[in-house]
């Protein structure tokens, strides 16, 4: 009688030390909030946030080949609903979340209408002035968006109103929606855009509707920019112009880049290093935005395939 070899532990579509990683990562990111303070639990949950945002952008830049420059706007107008919804009309924060999330959707469906038909620096332009509308929108439509003061508003609910309790619902839906982004990549429709990313013509003579295509993977991306603006709201409280500016769409790419585009979770090594080196160099120098400036240029020199795709590339010839 043969009996069953025990299998290694698996997550669907993972190896079983793929699954064994992941776990223990996620195991680690559990239990930091016992060990830091509530400032750095702050900051902790500010990279999870910023992890997903980044790779929002990265299911856009590193898998079908269109860099956007439209996601900042995407995931402020997240922001301003839900602190509007939750502040001043007075809804549940759970029902703003989800508000926040359908409106920022509903901007990405716009966006992706009229940007999917272009390519390269003519595809990353159109997204800038698209944000930009939505940055004079939120800067000038003082009733609703409060203009330069932004709108405030406590709305978190009751239950999450501590650093650990937030950083432990933001790092659970960080991980579902970190899945839900690995799946749809690996899926045929993702490796449909990654053959879009490598040839666009080919996968046109062989039938492909590539419009549709992109417009499919932009809504995608941009619902998921949504659920990081409106954990941004709670975590903050706050949204004023500068949560939909170009300014935020750039930090989302460099934190990409700085993980390694086409690698989608090395958005949260990206965003964990960026705030990171952001609140360290700060606190020693005024000039720490020059610092970042040459720290990225050095990245793009020596590191272009980013943090992760450097160790894969170093771990690879190794191996060999």
Sequence with gaps: MTQAVPQPTRIAGMTGRSAIAVLAVLAVAAALPLMLSNYQVGLATEMLIFGVLAMSIDILAGFAGRTSLGHGAIFGVSGYVVVYASAQAGLAPVVAFVLGVMAATLVAVIFGTIAVRTSGVYF?????????????????????????????????????????????????????????????????????????????????????????????????????????????????????????????????????????????????????????????????????????GVTFILIMIFAPEGIIGTLRATLTRKGR
């Design 124 to 292: 990353l332009l159109l997204t800038l002035a698209l944000g930009m509308i939505v940055w004079g929108i939120c800067l000038r439509w003082t009733q609703i968006t409060g203009g330069e003061n932004g709108l405030r508003g406590d709305v978190r609910p009751a239950f999450l109103v501590s650093h650990r309790a937030f950083y432990w619902a933001v790092l659970a839906v960080a991980t579902v929606v970190s899945y839900a982004m690995w799946r749809f990549v690996r899926s045929p429709f993702g490796l449909t855009l990654l053959g879009i990313r490598d040839s666009e013509s080919r996968m046109r003579s062989l039938g492909y509707n590539v419009s549709l295509h992109l417009f499919i993977g932009f809504v995608v991306s941009g619902f998921f920019a949504g659920v990081a603006g409106a954990l941004y709201a709670m975590f903050n409280n706050f949204v004023s112009p500068s949560t939909v500016a170009l300014a935020q769409s750039v930090e989302g790419v460099l934190m990409m880049i700085a993980g390694g585009v086409g690698t989608l979770f090395g958005g949260f090594v990206g965003a964990a290093a960026i705030i990171a080196l952001e609140n360290a160099v700060s606190a020693y120098t005024e000039r720490w935005q020059t610092v970042l």
